[in-house]
């Protein structure tokens, strides 16, 4: 079973670090940073790694939120094989830029890609390929330590 790692950055505990590719015609929607854990790795090690290489950020404290098993990869109806995500929480230093570019520096498919990274207020925001599934844990998280 594959695993993967999903990095919920937010800055002042209101925003949440989103990206869409520079390429419209890759249409892959708004996303935040995700990624595969490499054999040797702990999950932990995958999501400080998958945030260097695909925002250009070197954060610490992954805090872990929840795991889920899916049957096959949300959003590839009819293949792919099963995936277990572990959706991590990190916070970014208040004065991280509100957008900026990033060219991602390595990665399956993605390596080379430029990803336009911005800061979306937190509350209501909806992503793609199913990246939001623990949205809701981070916001109660965020509600019960404030």
């Known amino acids: 079973m594959r695993e993967r790692v999903v990095c919920y950055i937010t800055r002042d505990r209101t925003e949440l670090l989103v990206f869409e590719h520079d390429d419209p015609g890759l249409e892959a929607g708004l996303q935040v940073v995700a ?3 490499e054999p040797g790795e702990t999950p932990e090690q995958a999501a400080l790694r998958e945030i260097w290489e695909e ?79 623990k949205l809701e844990a981070l916001r109660l998280r965020l509600k019960e330590q404030r």
């Open 55 to 133: 925002a250009g950020l070197r954060l610490e404290n992954p805090r872990f939120l929840e795991t889920l098993t899916f049957d096959q990869r949300p959003g590839t109806p009819g293949r792919g094989k099963p995936e277990t995500w572990h959706f991590f929480w990190l916070e970014a230093p208040s004065d991280t830029p509100d957008a900026w570019t990033h060219t991602v520096l390595d990665g399956e498919a993605d390596a080379g890609l430029v990803y336009r990274q911005r800061f979306a207020p937190l509350h209501g925001l909806r992503l793609d390929w199913s990246l939001d599934a």
């Open 35 to 37: 990624g595969g854990i």
